[in-house]
Protein backbone atom coordinates (compact mmCIF):
# COMPACT_ATOMS: atom_id res chain seq x y z
CA UNK A 1 0.00 0.00 0.00
CA UNK A 2 1.44 3.40 -0.38
CA UNK A 3 1.44 5.84 1.34
CA UNK A 4 -0.80 8.40 -0.58
CA UNK A 5 -3.40 5.58 0.00
CA UNK A 6 -3.48 6.16 3.42
CA UNK A 7 -4.43 10.28 3.11
CA UNK A 8 -8.26 9.96 3.99
CA UNK A 9 -10.97 12.41 4.75
CA UNK A 10 -11.32 13.94 7.99
CA UNK A 11 -13.08 17.12 9.34
CA UNK A 12 -16.32 18.12 7.58
CA UNK A 13 -16.02 22.05 6.20
CA UNK A 14 -19.63 21.67 4.34
CA UNK A 15 -22.27 19.42 5.26
CA UNK A 16 -24.48 18.03 1.91
CA UNK A 17 -26.83 20.45 3.81
CA UNK A 18 -25.04 23.41 3.32
CA UNK A 19 -23.74 22.97 0.50
CA UNK A 20 -27.49 22.75 -0.81
CA UNK A 21 -28.26 26.19 0.77
CA UNK A 22 -25.21 27.44 -1.12
CA UNK A 23 -25.94 26.26 -4.49
CA UNK A 24 -30.05 27.20 -4.57
CA UNK A 25 -28.75 30.69 -2.83
CA UNK A 26 -25.88 31.02 -6.03
CA UNK A 27 -28.54 29.63 -8.76
CA UNK A 28 -31.20 32.51 -7.78
CA UNK A 29 -28.44 34.70 -8.13
CA UNK A 30 -27.29 33.72 -11.21
CA UNK A 31 -31.36 33.39 -12.25
CA UNK A 32 -32.05 36.64 -11.48
CA UNK A 33 -29.41 38.63 -12.80
CA UNK A 34 -29.57 36.72 -16.55
CA UNK A 35 -32.79 36.94 -17.42
CA UNK A 36 -32.94 37.60 -21.00
CA UNK A 37 -29.06 37.17 -21.02
CA UNK A 38 -27.77 34.83 -23.53
CA UNK A 39 -25.99 32.66 -20.93
CA UNK A 40 -23.35 30.39 -20.98
CA UNK A 41 -21.85 28.26 -18.60
CA UNK A 42 -18.41 27.30 -18.95
CA UNK A 43 -17.39 24.45 -16.47
CA UNK A 44 -13.93 23.49 -15.95
CA UNK A 45 -13.46 19.91 -15.58
CA UNK A 46 -12.96 17.63 -13.55
CA UNK A 47 -13.58 19.03 -10.33
CA UNK A 48 -16.31 21.73 -11.16
CA UNK A 49 -18.83 19.14 -12.54
CA UNK A 50 -20.89 17.98 -9.61
CA UNK A 51 -21.56 21.71 -8.67
CA UNK A 52 -22.17 22.81 -11.90
CA UNK A 53 -24.83 19.24 -12.16
CA UNK A 54 -26.30 20.86 -9.14
CA UNK A 55 -26.11 24.41 -10.13
CA UNK A 56 -28.45 24.15 -13.30
CA UNK A 57 -30.70 22.17 -11.32
CA UNK A 58 -31.15 25.62 -9.32
CA UNK A 59 -31.01 27.91 -12.36
CA UNK A 60 -34.84 29.10 -13.50
CA UNK A 61 -33.78 31.02 -16.70
CA UNK A 62 -32.70 29.28 -20.54
CA UNK A 63 -28.94 28.82 -20.57
CA UNK A 64 -26.03 26.84 -22.13
CA UNK A 65 -23.53 24.77 -20.90
CA UNK A 66 -20.28 23.53 -22.06
CA UNK A 67 -17.32 22.04 -20.81
CA UNK A 68 -13.18 22.73 -20.98
CA UNK A 69 -10.74 20.54 -19.04
CA UNK A 70 -7.76 22.76 -17.75
CA UNK A 71 -5.59 21.24 -14.69
CA UNK A 72 -2.76 23.23 -12.70
CA UNK A 73 -1.66 20.29 -10.40
CA UNK A 74 -0.62 17.10 -12.20
CA UNK A 75 -0.69 15.18 -8.50
CA UNK A 76 -0.73 15.51 -4.82
CA UNK A 77 -1.71 19.06 -3.16
CA UNK A 78 0.69 21.45 -4.22
CA UNK A 79 0.76 23.53 -7.51
CA UNK A 80 3.09 22.59 -10.39
CA UNK A 81 2.55 25.92 -11.69
CA UNK A 82 1.67 25.16 -15.34
CA UNK A 83 -1.98 25.16 -16.54
CA UNK A 84 -2.85 22.62 -19.18
CA UNK A 85 -5.80 22.97 -21.46
CA UNK A 86 -6.37 19.03 -22.39
CA UNK A 87 -10.06 19.54 -23.97
CA UNK A 88 -11.17 23.36 -25.05
CA UNK A 89 -14.45 24.82 -25.41
CA UNK A 90 -16.64 24.01 -28.11
CA UNK A 91 -19.26 26.41 -28.35
CA UNK A 92 -18.87 30.23 -29.54
CA UNK A 93 -18.93 32.78 -26.94
CA UNK A 94 -18.47 36.13 -28.85
CA UNK A 95 -20.87 38.31 -27.66
CA UNK A 96 -22.67 35.94 -25.05
CA UNK A 97 -22.96 36.15 -21.87
CA UNK A 98 -20.12 33.45 -20.29
CA UNK A 99 -19.95 32.44 -16.92
CA UNK A 100 -17.19 30.01 -15.51
CA UNK A 101 -18.39 27.84 -13.02
CA UNK A 102 -14.97 26.91 -11.22
CA UNK A 103 -14.93 24.38 -7.71
CA UNK A 104 -12.48 26.16 -5.85
CA UNK A 105 -10.19 29.51 -6.29
CA UNK A 106 -6.61 28.48 -4.99
CA UNK A 107 -3.83 30.86 -6.46
CA UNK A 108 -5.68 31.90 -8.97
CA UNK A 109 -3.59 30.55 -11.42
CA UNK A 110 -5.81 28.08 -13.56
CA UNK A 111 -8.61 31.07 -13.94
CA UNK A 112 -6.19 33.60 -14.90
CA UNK A 113 -5.08 32.01 -16.92
CA UNK A 114 -8.92 31.20 -18.73
CA UNK A 115 -10.22 34.60 -18.20
CA UNK A 116 -7.48 36.21 -20.20
CA UNK A 117 -8.17 33.25 -23.14
CA UNK A 118 -11.84 33.65 -23.00
CA UNK A 119 -11.64 37.69 -23.19
CA UNK A 120 -9.96 37.05 -26.68
CA UNK A 121 -12.86 35.33 -28.44
CA UNK A 122 -14.81 38.75 -26.94
CA UNK A 123 -17.81 37.50 -24.89
CA UNK A 124 -20.33 40.26 -23.81
CA UNK A 125 -19.67 39.38 -19.97
CA UNK A 126 -17.70 37.21 -18.28
CA UNK A 127 -17.62 36.17 -14.77
CA UNK A 128 -16.99 33.57 -12.54
CA UNK A 129 -18.90 31.56 -10.00
CA UNK A 130 -16.55 29.63 -7.49
CA UNK A 131 -18.35 27.45 -4.86
CA UNK A 132 -14.75 27.63 -2.46
CA UNK A 133 -12.52 30.16 -2.67
CA UNK A 134 -9.44 29.78 -0.14
CA UNK A 135 -8.49 32.57 2.14
CA UNK A 136 -4.93 32.53 1.00
CA UNK A 137 -6.29 34.48 -1.95
CA UNK A 138 -6.93 36.89 -0.20
CA UNK A 139 -4.34 39.55 -0.94
CA UNK A 140 -2.69 37.92 -3.89
CA UNK A 141 -3.96 38.89 -7.34
CA UNK A 142 -6.87 36.67 -8.13
CA UNK A 143 -9.35 37.05 -10.64
CA UNK A 144 -12.69 38.70 -8.98
CA UNK A 145 -15.08 35.87 -8.10
CA UNK A 146 -18.71 37.88 -8.33
CA UNK A 147 -20.50 34.43 -7.20
CA UNK A 148 -18.92 33.01 -4.20
CA UNK A 149 -20.04 30.11 -2.14
CA UNK A 150 -17.72 30.06 0.90
CA UNK A 151 -14.14 31.20 1.46
CA UNK A 152 -12.20 28.39 3.37
CA UNK A 153 -9.51 28.24 5.05
CA UNK A 154 -6.12 27.13 3.42
CA UNK A 155 -6.16 23.46 3.82
CA UNK A 156 -6.40 21.22 0.68
CA UNK A 157 -10.25 19.46 0.70
CA UNK A 158 -11.98 16.92 -1.18
CA UNK A 159 -15.50 15.74 -2.04
CA UNK A 160 -18.09 16.99 -4.01
CA UNK A 161 -16.61 16.41 -7.55
CA UNK A 162 -13.11 17.45 -5.81
CA UNK A 163 -10.35 14.70 -5.37
CA UNK A 164 -6.92 13.96 -4.18
CA UNK A 165 -5.16 12.30 -6.94
CA UNK A 166 -8.36 11.40 -8.26
CA UNK A 167 -9.88 9.49 -5.19
CA UNK A 168 -12.98 11.37 -3.20
CA UNK A 169 -15.01 13.57 -6.19
CA UNK A 170 -17.52 11.10 -5.02
CA UNK A 171 -18.53 11.98 -1.48
CA UNK A 172 -21.82 14.17 -0.56
CA UNK A 173 -19.60 16.81 2.06
CA UNK A 174 -16.53 18.30 1.78
CA UNK A 175 -13.96 17.57 3.99
CA UNK A 176 -10.20 18.52 4.77
CA UNK A 177 -7.68 16.37 3.65
CA UNK A 178 -6.34 14.25 6.37
CA UNK A 179 -1.76 13.80 5.78
CA UNK A 180 -1.12 11.48 8.64
CA UNK A 181 1.66 13.06 9.79
CA UNK A 182 3.63 10.12 11.00
CA UNK A 183 3.92 8.93 7.19
P1 LIG B 1 -5.31 27.41 -8.65
O1 LIG B 1 -4.88 27.56 -10.08
O2 LIG B 1 -4.14 27.34 -7.71
O3 LIG B 1 -6.32 28.44 -8.21
O4 LIG B 1 -5.93 25.96 -8.52
C1 LIG B 1 -7.21 25.72 -8.87
C2 LIG B 1 -7.49 24.28 -9.17
O5 LIG B 1 -6.66 23.38 -8.40
C3 LIG B 1 -8.90 23.97 -8.77
O6 LIG B 1 -9.77 24.19 -9.85
C4 LIG B 1 -8.84 22.52 -8.34
O7 LIG B 1 -9.05 21.69 -9.44
C5 LIG B 1 -7.43 22.36 -7.82
N1 LIG B 1 -7.43 22.53 -6.35
C6 LIG B 1 -7.00 23.60 -5.65
N2 LIG B 1 -7.17 23.42 -4.34
C7 LIG B 1 -7.73 22.20 -4.19
C8 LIG B 1 -8.17 21.44 -3.05
O8 LIG B 1 -8.09 21.84 -1.88
N3 LIG B 1 -8.70 20.21 -3.32
C9 LIG B 1 -8.82 19.71 -4.57
N4 LIG B 1 -8.45 20.39 -5.67
C10 LIG B 1 -7.90 21.62 -5.47
MG1 LIG C 1 -10.81 22.76 -10.88
Known amino acids: ?23 ARLGQKVS ?6 DLILVNLLKGGVVFLADLIRQITIPHQIGFMSVSSYDQGTSS ?15 GRDVLIVEDVLDSGRTLTYILNMLEMRSPRTLEVCSLLKK ?7 VPAVKYLGKEIPDVFVVGYGLDYNERFRNLRHIAKLVIPSEL
Not at 6 to 23: C, N, Q, R
Not at 32 to 37: E, G, N
Open 80 to 94: SGAVRIADDLDADIT
Open 32 to 37: ADYASR
Open 1 to 23: MSKEELYEPGEVLLSAGEIAEIV
Open 135 to 141: QSTRDSA
